[in-house]
T-cell receptor, first 111, second 112 residues
Framework: GEDVEQSLFLSVREGDSSVINCTYT??????LYWYKQEPGAGLQLLTY?????DMKQDQRLTVLLNKKDKHLSLRIADTQTGDSAIYFCAERDSNTGKLIFGQGTTLQVKP | DAGITQSPRHKVTETGTPVTLRCHQT?????MYWYRQDPGHGLRLIHYSYGVKDTDKGEVSDGYSVSRSKTEDFLLTLESATSSQTSVYFCAISWTAEVEAFFGQGTRLTVV
């Protein structure tokens, strides 16, 4: 089946940029997504990118998509302590239409 | 916040007992989903609904059933709970099939 991989942990200093990386296997995915989960809460959709795009920017968030390498990244500029959370990458399985999630990357922001 | 409520938020039940989790939305969204979240697995889709009385299986549907008799409610039932169903369950809703836009706060279920 399709698979999505993420590194499990990232630690940055407040004010630095954070880059969270993700690789996926379904080359026919139409949409790729980033979700944020704060402690004790559900997932919050941060942004998503259509597969015919290379980049999408939304305020402090920049998503880069490299279809050739099946690599997706989320850059958070000027990272704040409120950005501390688990970030999930997900792809839309082109066969089933279902969302396939990565394991999540825990972002720790140190003051 | 989107109008999506899960109940109960926490439940402890014994092996072999039936359990029903409820997801209620006030957004009138067509699509509703049940996911489970386990350490090392991210989220996995259990069942989803694309309209009243229209449901389909997800990735990990064995041992679960669902019902959607009205737009606002999507019920997840464990007919006979097992310890492997100890998990955090999330409901999601969306107006489109392309994006699971809003998630509930989750139900932590422990089967002892």
């Amino acid at each position: 089946g399709e698979d999505v991989e993420q590194s499990l942990f990232l630690s940055v200093r407040e004010g630095d940029s954070s880059v969270i990386n993700c690789t996926y296997t379904d080359s026919s995915s139409t949409y790729l997504y980033w979700y944020k989960q704060e402690p004790g809460a559900g997932l919050q959709l941060l942004t998503y990118i259509f597969s015919n795009m290379d980049m999408k920017q939304d305020q402090r968030l920049t998503v880069l998509l490299n279809k050739k390498d099946k690599h997706l990244s989320l850059r958070i500029a000027d990272t704040q302590t409120g950005d501390s959370a688990i970030y999930f990458c997900a792809e839309r399985d082109s066969n089933t239409g279902k969302l396939i999630f990565g394991q999540g990357t825990t972002l720790q922001v140190k003051p | 916040d989107a109008g999506i409520t899960q109940s109960p938020r926490h439940k402890v039940t014994e092996t072999g007992t039936p359990v029903t989790l409820r997801c209620h939305q006030t957004e009138n969204h067509r699509y509703m989903y049940w996911y489970r979240q386990d350490p090392g697995h991210g989220l996995r889709l259990i069942h989803y609904s694309y309209g009243v009385k229209d449901t389909d299986k997800g990735e990990v549907s064995d041992g679960y059933s669902v019902s959607r008799s009205k737009t606002e409610d999507f019920l997840l039932t464990l007919e006979s709970a097992t310890s492997s169903q100890t998990s955090v369950y999330f409901c999601a809703i969306s107006w489109t099939a392309e994006v699971e836009a809003f998630f509930g706060q989750g139900t932590r279920l422990t089967v002892v």
